[in-house]
């Protein structure tokens, strides 16, 4: 048999099949009209299949299919583009995996290896003669405008087929998937074209590129530069000298000359750009020394050639088409010239000038693949969703075009029972679409020589009956939404249809993002009671692991990478983020492996003899991966529970109130210091909200949280919050934390105040002091007075009149030191301003407090103060909040800081509160009970203090003979061990300080103690490791050796003689002498001294590999300790045992994880295993602890994103225990799971409910990761017993991730097929949160997508029936083809956005108005500068950049925002490229403030240099898809401490009256008839107003034939028109109905829409008509109000009873003031911004919409609900006439007609207005008006043809 012949039968089998099925689904349906059983689910299977409805008997309408597709226009793909991303996909695994930090500074590691090993292996045999064809043909194009000169045969296929095989060498097994998927995502493609902007701005820059002849560069070319730092930084790079080559030969010519040049700085006028160098993040070559051959020497053999260095300021860009020769050839010589080089891939740069000529030629357009004056083509990208809504439309809201009646709907006719219909026997097939399927075109296929007109044969005739029964009922299926009552099973259904499939996943795709054409069907499937069962164990597990999705009831939704929870929830999501997290979990999983493997396998090995062992050391390797995946938190709590088992103990209910500390607040815990414990007499307390008699009105708890519920802050009348403050009043020194109380107290915190008053002189110095001789109130005062006073206020007066005088009297004072006598005088002359002491009474007031002071007998407390801060190890600038550290107050980010720390208290506290754990009568002490568990510490220990904790990697080549045991012994049984610790000190001997800390070392060691922890059996070990610096000179170099193999074999010594060896090594020179010395002294016994002899010449066994960049440290398994650290370079014994006490909950859980695993189950200890092996084992545990301390600490919290969250939920346990039941449970499914049973693997675990958006987004990635990744992955079902209303009923939905998808070949799309023709559709689009996508190309309304009953569904369909044509001649009918519906979306750009703050008020800076600006390669500011250039033939030429070309800008290259006061967040547009954010150089807030330097920590935490660098713009770069959140700091100049963004209120007032030339207009609409609507309201304003008008309309949702062709209406009607735009922020709750949507954007984002120069906006709706002049409005005074809005109208007495705020909620909360409509207002931007408008209205939108049913007229309610904050002046009631609400006696004064929908009937907009808009009231009718707009847009069609 043939294959075709094969293919055939296979499919006609499956046709076949479908026969029988489809004949039992219409037995189903007649018995469903008799029985209301439900069916089976085997008839469900049969019945399901994507289906079109059609009730003709020949289908008029065709197939409905809908396409869509993103392409990014302004970037081409080429050949090369393959090539180039390859090598961009490895240059982005370089900072896979580091922190933020590392990744800032990646030429201090290791160069990216695996990007270069590409590129060496793509340049090995040179170039490819193919790829050079096609750069030599390209020259053509222009001459004969034909894109098809070159090598054909080369494809995009053949580039991606190289770029994956040259790949191969330099990638890991994961990689060598994830590459393939990553080229067909084109997921670095920003990389290459941030490359390609750089490179074009060089060639036309210097002349190889001529934008005039438009001649083809070349291939390759190199500038190379002569570098110099900056007067003012050192770190910063500019280069001196330039030489730009473009032949490879002529590059050592070239270094000579620049080598010979001696330049100083300050001779040079530096204004060439840093972008001519290579960026701070870009790698060198791995070999960046170089060897410079004179032509002298060319002829002597290798060995004598001579080596010179040369300056190591010579840096190279190499730009080039990747896979060229004159590419490879550059690349070769600039690799054998060993200098410093990166290189940029040039990508097709002439490509703007190509699109030019061919819009100037009329050649294509947006839509089109390719021009044909280009051989590149827009890319195609994938990595977004698509959903296509199902409208519900009430009011008629899309343009019927000129032949409104043809789409009426289908005609009676249609209606035909199609039960007893058959297929005759002498007709063909028929060539229609009949239940999804064209049996014609089918057969067709299989043969296409057979006759299309010959009778079918029987076996067909059959199935072509079939469908023409089955036709009817699937109309009907997929047409019914069920009831709600049949819908409260369907995910149950679903569940169940899904677990009887052959292939899940597949039938979990087709059910979720198909919902609407199958719910109908689903719901009569049948579910299994035990299914039933099983769907609610898996909903509770999914509920005890946070695997929930709140957006959709609270159902089952969780993703997890190696149990690292992914957000694939939000509509945002970002699959190029998820390809992020696979990497950088495989990199985890690989250094883990890499690590650790080796280590075990010895281990093992020499536990069970060489050569075996090695399977159970992976199995243990395995365990060690579970530890990974479970997280610290995860580990802790494993470590304290009682129950051995690992797996499902998250079910053991026994330990739950030993784990309440745990489990209860935040995921991620602080620690605390017991701040309270011996305080009594040392800490004088100010208030207590339990005692003192002005709290007595305070709610208990229970009123607490009623009140809580609304919104109130927690008032109650409970010490639920301490807070101590340890200061120093006479230090002349601020402490902010002083400042955080007027907040506190005004909000009524519950929150009680201690102060600590200590000398911070007393501190350091660890001794009392005492105040000087009175000297009649002379002497300097003390601490000691100020807490006397204090103390006396308090008890005198009351702790609120102390805390006004800590609050006011603590100033900081300026040097001059301050009299006691002055100190009492400021306290009394307080105390009377505020009224506490009468003024008569303040000299009485004056004399007590002199009199308290001047005794020196008295017990004032200052040395129990003073003994608790030395005890407690705190001094003056800390402060707690019930025990939790605040910053210092030193620390520049001390705000920040603060409010963490007040967040995570509160949430903790509240949620105690919310348990029983607090209540009105227990505990007896919050405060005392929050001080207590392992997590609180009794001493504030330096090791607490660090902002960041790290942990060095585990060194690799250190075994157990070089563990050193204390003194005490390690006599123990090593089965009862809690934890094993290993302490290393890495030193570097040839420094003082290793020396030193080396002797002490073995000091400590010898005077162990013989228990190190109070409750835990620890066994601690020691080790010194030899850590030589590289380039290290001094002394013998064999003593490094030396010292390493004595310490290898450490364990075969005692510490005295090990400390002795030590120092005699080091006393002596020559490393001889010492070895002589061991063996000859005869300070040693004879067998000991050989010993040393022998262990010191042997070659070591251990190294420092992996080692930290740091001479001297030491860690505690991984957690470091360095030796400049704040206490000194030695380790004392309390050191040590704070640290094992920080680090024993992990190291326990970590240690009851791993033990077993080598010493076997308690009670069956593992034969390999006794006293003798206790180090081997010590040893691999330790160092197993060692590096999952580093996993952790580099792992997912160094790249905090809204993808990722960091949090072990117990998915791990869950699958494992899944996979290891006995009975198979029919709702869970593993795949792939064998590719990980010889090496470790990502895994991905999914838990979900089948009927969720979430469902819908994640189930193509789950086929990907199966199908194509092949990594194992896991997945539970856990369907809810009942649904509700939350189901995707109205959405189908397609998400676009073809792996296979080739540009162009297979161009990728998202596909809806066979869709159902009865519905109207809008579309919607999902996208990452970087993306700024407008639409590019759209035949129809992607608003209101609708069939036609005469001419079908697709575009070609929509063309005909809008024209009123008739289908021509010769034309295949609908029924018979695929109509199909197109849309183009174009990525216009993509964002940076981030948050700013204040660093001098630790607030964002609200209006602060930030540019950001295409980087330029000169500085314009400069003339000229000295620049050498080599020429093609090798001569230099010097010339100026004066005469140099710059590339041209565009509006793109320029974009500004405004920083929020919303968590200071701003968002600013730009394409791939180097740009420049600054502060707007012309605005206010460059006057104010100025950049200055700072991070973000891995934790989160804002970090800020003690001098920060200042500077005016910073460089940021756009290479990648990832979400670019950028922390930006500013600071207030001299001089505007307390200068204010906005002007006064008198400005504002003296300017509001002025009028301005221009009224600017603000509108918004999608649709084509909305778009219609628009266009005339724009003509209606311009026409009635005689100010000139500028209309700003919001592009997001217009069509791009709207937006052009309005560009040209403006023109024509003289007035101004420019779009805005704005991408809904990620941390603003979402709309998932694109109206409300709409109208979110119409009321939220004002603030930061506008320029700051626009001072006024006027909103007017798309469908309103303008009679009046709008200039009034404009001019119209608002009385202080920010905005103003029209009352609805009450004149209309038949619709008053719709009005709903006349009663219920809105009555009361309205409180007598109007409910305003939104179709019309006005808004004072001023002020609008000044008094925080915006803010109000987010925080109040983001309160509300919690509640789903809250806004639901968002637009109009949001400003009427918050009117009591945001007053509105209400505008007279002629501004907005509406004849639903307003009597038609009234509709002559209207200023503006609205045409708002009528709640007695229902009437299309477009009727509305021609009935309305007529008449003697108006100038023009709107039919009128619209026939002008159509008449300018068809002048505009003619221009563009």
């Known amino acids: 048999m043939t294959s075709r012949a094969a293919v055939a039968s296979s499919i006609l089998l499956l046709l076949l099949t479908l026969t029988i099925r489809l004949a039992k689904v219409n037995a189903s349906d007649h018995d469903q009209k008799s029985s209301p059983t439900l069916r089976p689910l085997s008839s469900f299977q049969q019945s399901y299949a994507h289906r079109i409805p059609s009730d003709q008997a020949v289908n008029e309408r065709g197939r409905r299919d809908i396409e869509a597709s993103v392409k990014a226009h302004g970037w081409p793909s080429t050949i090369f583009s393959p090539l180039c991303e390859a090598w961009a996909y490895f240059e982005a695994g370089g900072s896979i995996g580091k922190s933020r930090h590392d990744a800032d500074n990646v030429r201090d590691n290791a160069s990216n290896e695996a990007s270069w090993k590409y590129l060496d292996a793509l340049v090995e045999n040179g170039g490819i003669p193919s790829l050079d064809t096609w750069i030599s043909n390209s020259n053509k194009l222009e001459q004969d405008g034909d894109a098809s000169h070159g090598d054909s045969s080369w494809t995009y296929a053949n580039s991606t087929k190289l770029a994956i095989k040259s790949a191969s060498s330099s990638s890991s097994s994961l990689d060598k998937k994830l590459l393939p998927l990553a080229l067909a995502l084109r997921a670095h493609m920003p990389h290459c074209e941030m490359h390609r902007s750089l490179a074009r701005d060089v060639a036309i820059h210097f002349g190889l590129y001529d934008l005039v002849t438009r001649a083809e560069p070349p291939a390759a070319f190199c500038v190379v530069s002569r570098i110099s730092s900056v007067k003012e930084d050192e770190k910063q790079m500019v280069p001196l000298l330039t030489k730009v080559l473009a032949d490879a030969a002529l590059l050592p010519p070239a270094l000579k000359v620049l080598e010979a040049v001696k330049t100083k700085q300050d001779e040079m006028e530096l204004n060439l750009s840093s972008l001519l160098m290579p960026l701070p993040e870009e790698s060198y070559h791995p070999d960046v020394t170089r060897k410079i051959v004179d032509e002298d020497d060319l002829m002597l053999e290798d060995e004598d050639v001579e080596k010179k260095e040369v300056p190591k300021d010579i840096v190279a860009v190499l730009y080039g088409q990747i896979g060229t020769s004159a590419f490879a050839s550059f690349y070769k010589s600039l690799r054998e010239s060993r200098i410093k080089f990166v290189v940029r891939h040039m990508g097709h740069i002439t490509y703007e000038e190509e699109m030019q000529a061919s819009e100037q030629r009329g050649h294509g357009t947006l839509s089109s693949t390719q021009s044909p004056l280009s051989r590149a083509i827009p890319t195609a990208l994938q990595g977004y969703g698509v959903r296509l809504d199902i409208r519900n439309v009430e009011y008629k809201a899309f343009d019927d075009g000129p032949n409104e009646k043809s789409k009426d709907g289908d005609s009676e006719q249609n209606q035909l029972d199609w039960n007893d219909s058959e297929h005759h026997p002498d007709h063909p097939a028929r060539n229609e679409y009949l239940a999804g399927i064209n049996l014609k075109t089918i057969m067709a296929r299989l043969d296409p020589e057979a006759d299309a007109h010959a009778p079918l044969p029987q076996d067909l005739q059959s199935l072509q009956t079939a469908l023409l029964q089955s036709h009817p009922a699937q109309l009907s299926s997929e047409s019914i939404v069920p009831p709600a009552w049949k819908r409260r099973s369907l995910s149950l259904q679903a569940a169940t249809v899904i677990a009887s499939s052959s292939d899940p996943l597949e039938t979990l795709k087709g059910i979720s993002q198909n919902l609407p054409s199958i719910a109908h069907s689903l719901s009569s499937v049948s579910v299994a009671d035990s299914l039933k069962n099983l769907a609610e164990e898996a909903t509770d597990v999914a509920a005890k692991v946070g695997a929930v999705s709140p957006g959709w009831g609270d159902a089952a939704f969780g993703f997890y990478v190696n149990s690292r929870e992914v957000n694939v929830e939000r509509p945002s999501f970002n699959v190029f983020q998820l390809l992020d997290v696979l990497r950088e979990e495989d990199k985890k999983l690989g250094d883990l492996e890499g690590t650790l493997r080796p280590m075990l396998e010895r281990t093992m090995g020499d536990l069970m003899g060489e050569g075996r062992g090695k399977g159970k050391a992976f199995n243990i390797l395995k365990t060690i991966r579970k530890g990974m995946d479970m997280g610290v938190e995860k580990l802790v709590q494993f470590g304290k529970k009682k129950n051995e088992a690992l797996v499902n103990d998250q079910d053991n209910e026994d330990d739950d109130e030993d784990d309440e500390a745990e489990t209860t607040g935040p995921s991620s815990k602080k620690y605390r210091i017991d701040v309270g414990r011996g305080g009594k007499k040392a800490v004088l307390y100010l208030n207590d909200l339990e005692k003192d008699p002005e709290y007595k009105s305070w709610p208990n708890v229970q009123e607490m949280m009623m009140r809580m519920q609304f919104g109130q802050g927690p008032t109650v009348r409970r010490n639920l919050f301490t807070m101590l403050i340890v200061l120093d009043p006479a230090s002349g020194n601020a402490h902010p934390a002083i400042n955080v109380l007027p907040h506190l107290v005004n909000s009524q915190f519950p929150v009680r105040i201690g102060l600590l008053v200590v000398s911070r002189k007393d501190v350091a110095q660890k001794k009392s002091s005492k105040p000087g001789p009175w000297d009649s109130g002379n002497r300097p005062f003390h601490p000691r007075d100020s807490l006397n006073l204090m103390r006396h206020i308090s008890k005198r007066y009351g702790g609120m009149a102390a805390m006004s005088c800590l609050i006011n009297v603590f100033q900081p004072h300026s040097g001059e030191t301050l009299s006691v006598g002055d100190y009492i005088q400021n306290h009394v002359s307080l105390l009377s301003q505020i009224g506490v002491v009468p003024e008569d009474e303040e000299e009485d007031a004056r004399q007590d407090m002199e009199l308290l002071l001047k005794s020196p007998t008295i017990d004032d407390g200052y040395e129990d103060a003073f003994d608790f801060a030395t005890q407690k190890l705190i001094s003056p600038g800390m402060s707690f909040f019930n025990g939790i550290p605040f910053p210092d107050a030193s620390d520049s980010a001390f705000g920040l800081g603060v409010n963490e720390v007040l967040r995570y208290e509160q949430q903790h506290v509240i949620s105690l509160v919310m348990q029983g754990a607090i209540t009105d009568l227990k505990p007896r002490s919050v405060y005392a009970n929050l001080l207590s568990g392992d997590n609180c510490y009794k001493q504030f220990h330096p090791v607490l203090r660090g902002s960041e904790i790290e942990y060095a990697p585990m060194l690799k080549y250190v075994n157990d003979q070089s563990l050193i045991f204390p003194s005490a012994g390690n006599q123990m049984d090593i089965h009862n061990v809690d934890a094993f610790f290993v302490i290393e000190a890495v030193l570097n001997f040839d420094t003082i300080d290793g020396v030193n800390a080396a002797l002490d070392f073995f000091d400590m060691m010898q005077s162990a103690p013989a228990k190190w922890h109070y409750s835990k059996t620890v066994s601690v070990a020691f080790r010194v490791v030899s850590n030589p610096r590289k380039g290290d000179q001094s002394g013998d170099p064999t003593k490094a050796a030396g010292y390493a193999s004595l310490f290898c074999l450490a364990s075969r010594f005692d510490i005295k003689t090990l400390k002795r060896a030590f120092e005699i090594i080091h006393e002596n020179k020559s490393f001889i002498t010492a070895w002589n010395h061991f063996k000859t002294s005869g300070e040693f016994d004879k067998e000991t001294g050989q010993s040393l002899a022998d262990a010191v010449s042997k070659m070591p066994q251990c190294s420092n590999a992996g080692a930290l960049d740091k001479d001297n440290y030491y860690t505690v398994n991984g957690r470091l300790y360095p030796i400049e650290g704040p206490f000194g370079p030695f380790l004392n014994e309390e050191d040590i045992k704070m640290l094992l006490s920080v680090e024993m909950d992990r190291n326990v859980g970590m240690t009851r994880l791993i033990a077993p695993k080598f010493l076997g189950e308690p009670g069956k200890s593992d034969k390999h295993t006794n006293e003798s092996t206790s180090p081997v084992v010590h040893n691999a545990i330790a160092l197993s602890a060692t590096a999952l301390n580093h996993v952790f600490s580099t792992s997912v919290a160094s790249k905090p994103t809204s993808l990722s969250r960091n949090a072990f939920a117990g998915i791990a346990d869950v699958m494992d225990s899944l996979a290891s039941a006995e009975e198979r449970n029919p709702l869970y499914f593993s795949w792939n799971e064998e590719s990980a049973k010889k090496r470790l693997q990502v895994e991905v675990s999914v838990i979900l409910d089948p009927l ?509 609900y918050a009117q009591h904050d945001v007053r509105i002046f209400s505008l007279p009631q002629k501004w907005l006439w509406c004849e639903s609400w307003c009597s038609d006696e009234t509709k002559a004064e209207a200023m503006t007609i609205d045409l708002c929908n009528n709640p007695l009937h229902k009437e299309a907009k477009i009727s509305m207005a021609k009935r309305i808009i007529s008449g003697e009231l108006f100038e023009e009718s709107w039919e009128e008006l619209d026939a002008e707009v159509e008449r300018y847009y068809q002048e505009f069609l003619t221009l563009t043809k």
């Open 1252 to 1760: 969720t958006e979430p469902t819908q987004r994640v189930a193509p990635l789950l086929l990907t990761i199966r199908d194509f990744l092949k990594l194992p992955l896991r997945l539970m079902i856990a369907p809810r017993q009942v649904v509700e209303n939350d189901l995707p009923l109205s959405s189908y939905y397609r998400f676009a991730i073809d792996p296979l998808a080739v540009p162009d070949e297979n161009p990728p799309t998202a596909l809806f097929s066979n869709l159902p023709s009865n519905h109207l559709l809008t579309v919607r689009m999902d996208i990452p949160e970087p993306w700024d996508l407008q639409q590019a190309f759209s035949v129809q309304d992607a608003d209101n997508l609708r069939c036609d009953a005469r001419y079908g569904c697709g575009d070609e369909a929509y063309l005909l029936a809008n024209s009123g044509g008739e289908i021509p001649k010769g034309s295949q009918a609908p029924n018979g083809r695929i109509e199909l519906t197109h849309m183009e979306y174009t990525l216009k750009s993509l964002l940076f956005f981030g948050q700013c703050y204040d660093a001098s008020t630790n607030s964002p800076p609200n209006g602060l108005q930030l540019t950001l600006d295409r980087s330029k390669l000169i500085d314009s500011s400069s003339s000229s500068v000295n620049e050498m250039q080599v020429e093609i033939d090798g001569s230099t030429l010097r010339t100026s950049h004066g005469d140099g070309i710059e590339a041209p800008t565009s509006q793109h290259d320029h974009t500004d925002t405004l920083v929020m006061k919303t968590v200071g967040y701003w968002q600013l547009r730009a394409n791939p490229g180097i740009w420049t954010l600054q502060i707007e150089k012309n605005s206010r807030g460059a006057e104010i403030y100025h950049m200055i330097d700072g991070s973000v920590s891995p934790s989160g935490r804002l970090s800020i240099p003690d001098n920060p660098s200042e500077f005016i713009s910073k460089s940021l770069i756009m290479k990648d898809f990832s979400n670019h959140g950028q922390t930006l700091l500013v600071k207030r100049n001299k001089g505007h401490e307390t200068s204010n963004l906005f002007p006064e209120e008198a400005n504002i007032e003296a300017t509001e009256n002025e009028g301005n030339e221009v009224v600017h207009v603000f509108s918004l609409a999608t649709g084509h008839a909305y778009e219609r609507l628009l266009k005339i309201m724009m003509l209606s304003v311009t026409k009635r107003t005689k100010s000139p008008v500028k209309f700003w309309l919001f592009e997001n949702f217009l069509s791009p034939s709207f937006k052009s062709s309005a560009l040209y209406m403006a023109e024509r009607i003289g007035c101004q028109l420019e779009f805005v735009t704005y991408k809904w922020p990620e941390w603003l709750r979402g709309q998932s109905e694109k109206q409300r949507l709409i109208w979110g954007y119409k009321i939220l984002f004002l603030d930061v829409l506008f320029p700051l120069d626009v001072k006024k906006i006027i909103y007017v709706d798309a469908d309103q008509v303008v009679r009046g002049d709008m200039t009034e409005l404009w001019n119209l005074d608002l009385k202080g109000a920010p905005y103003g809005y029209t009352p609805f109208c009450d004149s209309r007495e038949e619709t008053l009873g719709y009005q709903f705020w006349r009663s219920g909620f809105w009555k009361n909360h309205l409180r007598g003031k109007p409910y305003h409509i939104s179709a019309l207002y006005v808004v004072d931007l001023d002020r609008f911004r000044r008094e925080l408008v915006g803010d109000k209205l987010r925080a109040t939108y983001q309160q509300l919409s919690a509640d789903p049913n809250s806004l639901a007229n968002l637009d109009q309610d949001l400003p009427n």
